[in-house]
């Protein structure tokens, strides 16, 4: 039974109130240096810099007011090792410390903390020969976070768009896209679809967002994997406003997910198929977070059979000249049938005849 309010304690507002308190009591202007791996990296409308402090075991938010984020001769990124100089604030309504950075520096003085588009530059990458579409798309490797709402659009605009005779089957690579591991799960993953030789072309697709949470794909590791791919590579990050490093460097971007699926059903369409794609419909392909060293490639059943059944290979069907010589031969013994029953009954009719 819920208390009445007027008879409970603490109100959520005045516990807030009490431990904001207690926080700032200790560390409001005790400033401090402390060090750790920039991540969430998000810069606001009015220019302040919101970004996360993180170890092997923790995180905390900082942030850096407007005024003070062009005193620095480098870019904050995601991934930069730092230090920073400041003390804590507690903000009553999220009940969440803050660290209100003054000053910082780079933790490592050999750490390159140039921005990826002047490193891809400098290294003779940026701006990147862009690949032409291929003339026969065999099968198209999909990355994307299992969990991603992109899936299911892809998947409709793409199964919608042609004849699945047409269509070039899909081998699906799931990645993270945020957080410690997306970068380098992301890079594994075009590594590992671009060493497949049936694959002619590669689609990295997520669903929108903030832009911290789209914040990887503007990384100097996944533009340089998508620049060296040798494979057709297309992009469907997020919605129509938003424009990441990679897409500046994919062969083509499309402005979503279902843009991307249409391009690349499209690209089926217009293609000669090859006959290995020609004779049976695509089957989706699932790696699922095995090791780079194991394959993990199985094909669903169809909906209307239970998973462990086992699935026969569809009888092909005869060619239109088979199919029209049964026809004719059909025709001609029904014809044949209708003159003897003509025949018998006029037989009939006259043996009664006086």
């Known amino acids: 039974m819920t208390t009445p309010a007027a008879n409970r304690d603490r109100s959520v507002a005045q516990v807030n109130r009490m431990l904001r308190s207690i926080v700032e009591a200790e560390t409001l ?28 075991r923790s995180r905390i938010r900082c942030m850096l ?21 400041g003390d804590i604030h507690f903000y009553e309504d999220w009940a969440r410390p803050e660290i209100n950075v003054v000053d910082l520096r780079i933790a490592d003085a050999s750490a390159d903390a140039t921005p990826a588009i002047e490193r891809l530059r400098a290294a003779g990458l940026y701006p990147p020969s862009l690949k032409p579409p291929p003339a026969h798309i065999r099968r198209i490797g999909i990355i994307t976070s299992k969990s991603s709402r992109a899936i299911g659009d892809f998947e409709n605009a793409y199964q919608s768009a042609g004849e699945r005779q047409v269509l070039a089957p899909m081998t699906w690579k799931y990645v993270a896209l945020e957080g410690d591991r997306a970068t380098q799960s992301i890079v594994d993953a075009i590594r590992a679809l671009d060493a497949k030789a049936d694959i002619d072309a590669i689609a990295i697709i997520r669903g929108g967002g903030r832009s911290l ?37 994919a062969d083509f971007s499309a402005s979503t997910p279902t843009a991307a699926a249409h391009h690349l059903a499209d690209l089926c369409l217009r293609a000669k198929p090859s006959p290995s794609v020609a004779e049976a419909p695509p089957i989706d392909y699932l790696d699922d977070d095995f090791p780079p060293d ?61």
């Open 29 to 56: 202007e005790q400033y401090f240096w402390v060090g750790g791996r920039v991540e969430r990296y998000h810069k606001s409308e009015r220019g302040h810099i919101y970004f996360d402090l993180v170890d092997d």
């Open 213 to 249: 949470n789209l914040a990887v794909f503007d990384s100097y590791e996944i533009a340089r994997a998508l620049i060296h791919c040798r494979v057709y590579v297309v992009t469907g990050i997020g919605h129509h406003k938003d424009n990441a490093l990679a897409d500046e460097v």
């Open 294 to 354: 194991m394959e993990a490639d199985f094909s669903f059943p169809p909906e209307d059979q239970p998973p462990n059944e086992t699935r026969r290979p569809a009888e092909k069907p005869p060619a239109p000249a088979q199919r029209s010589r049964r026809m004719d031969i059909v025709i001609a013994v029904l014809l044949a049938l209708a003159i003897a029953a003509l025949l018998f009954l006029t037989a009939v009719v006259l043996s009664q005849m006086p």
């Open 65 to 85: 007011r407007e005024e003070r984020a062009g005193r620095f001769p480098f870019d904050l990124r995601n991934g930069l090792e730092i230090e920073v100089y």
